[in-house]
């Protein structure tokens, strides 16, 4: 069939009468779904399907799974695997802000934090909220830059896809409006290709309170986006990012497949997928990779 639904879930808690009840909306709207393939038990499934449009048959199965903690996406059957991954860095691939941790170490983590939240909400200009924190951490002994790299958490699933994507011949770049002493250190920890991000100015060991110019903002990410498929001779149908806040809005847009991971209204709304039940895994098995294909390691 010409498109594939994919419903995902927590570990363990997708069950076989949730898939029935998504064939049956599908097959409410003349779709003839097909069976049910299990990507991994309890967790992944997809459902071939045809005559229905992508963004259609996931208002139907959303609305017929109402309440149920599982993901829902659809797309053309052909073409899923993707052979670039661009991703964010913060409360995507881990689980911190790091500026924000930064911040603390100030007594100025509520105040920076409720900046970073308007700034990945959309509310302001993400290149002037930028500066306008780190003006904040002006005379931080960079001591402590290296001491928060203890405080990254690696969120559950990444190690898995970006170690399964590049045993599988993909490329994986870690783009982030953050900065690069904290993206070089995730990019070893699992294993990206590449990291670009910002740099902090610093004189005589200590944050001046500015950022070398030019700011990696969310242009900046799109280009990099088009920039890397452009070297690696990828259509952009084959290419993926995801992210979480207004900051990706351009990449997710540019990519083949734009994901939203547990990501503010003004990115969810906009990606092609949303994940906000499973892990980063979710990604995986939105390409039709199951669950012996998963490694941990390159």
């Given at each position: 069939m010409a498109q594939i639904l994919t419903l995902i879930a927590g570990a363990?808690?997708?069950?076989?009468?949730?898939?029935?009840?998504?064939?049956?909306?599908?097959?409410?709207?003349?779709?003839?779904?097909?069976?049910?393939?299990?990507?991994?038990?309890?967790?992944?499934?997809?459902?071939?399907?045809?005559?229905?449009t992508p963004p259609a048959a996931v208002a139907a199965v959303r609305?017929?799974?109402?309440?149920?903690?599982?993901?829902?996406?659809?797309?053309p059957?052909?073409?899923?695997?993707?052979?670039?991954?661009?991703?964010?860095?913060?409360?995507?691939?881990?689980?911190?802000?790091?500026?924000?941790?930064?911040?603390?170490?100030l007594g100025l983590h509520e105040?920076?934090?409720?900046?970073?939240?308007?700034?990945?909400?959309g509310e302001l200009d993400f290149a002037d909220s930028l500066r306008a924190r780190v003006a904040m951490l002006a005379g931080l002994d960079t001591a402590v830059l290296a001491r928060m790299q203890d405080r990254i958490t690696i969120n559950p699933g990444a190690i898995e896809l970006v170690a399964t994507m590049r045993r599988h011949g993909a490329y994986c770049a870690l783009v982030s409006g953050g900065f690069d002493i904290y993206s070089?250190?995730?990019?070893?920890?699992?294993g990206f290709d590449r990291d670009q991000a910002n740099r902090l100015e610093i004189s005589a060991g200590r944050?001046?309170?500015?950022?070398?110019?030019?700011?990696?903002?969310?242009?900046?990410?799109?280009?990099?986006?088009?920039?890397?498929?452009?070297?690696?001779?990828?259509?952009?149908?084959?290419t993926m990012a995801v992210g979480d806040g207004?900051?990706?809005?351009?990449?997710?847009?540019?990519?083949?497949?734009?994901?939203?991971?547990?990501?503010?209204?003004?990115?969810?709304?906009?990606?092609?997928?949303r994940v906000d039940h499973g892990d980063?895994?979710?990604?995986?098995?939105?390409?039709?990779?199951?669950?012996r294909d998963i490694c941990r390691a390159v």
């Open positions: 363990g808690t997708l069950d076989h009468s949730t898939v029935a009840a998504a064939r049956e909306a599908l097959a409410a709207h003349g779709t003839g779904p097909g069976t049910a393939d299990w990507l991994a038990e309890n967790t992944a499934c997809d459902i071939p399907y045809a005559n229905m609305t017929a799974l109402a309440g149920s903690p599982v993901d829902v996406v659809a797309q059957a052909a073409g899923r695997r993707k052979m670039l991954l661009v991703a964010d860095m913060e409360s995507t691939i881990i689980d911190n802000e790091m500026l924000d941790e930064l911040a603390g170490e105040k920076i934090a409720a900046i970073t939240a308007r700034a990945m909400r070089g250190c995730v990019r070893e920890r699992i944050l001046t309170g500015r950022v070398h110019e030019p700011i990696l903002d969310r242009r900046s990410k799109r280009d990099c986006l088009e920039r890397l498929a452009d070297e690696l001779s990828l259509t952009r149908h084959q207004a900051n990706d809005l351009d990449m997710i847009g540019a990519a083949g497949l734009g994901v939203a991971y547990r990501a503010k209204p003004i990115l969810a709304e906009a990606a092609d997928m980063l895994t979710a990604l995986l098995y939105v390409q039709g990779y199951c669950s």
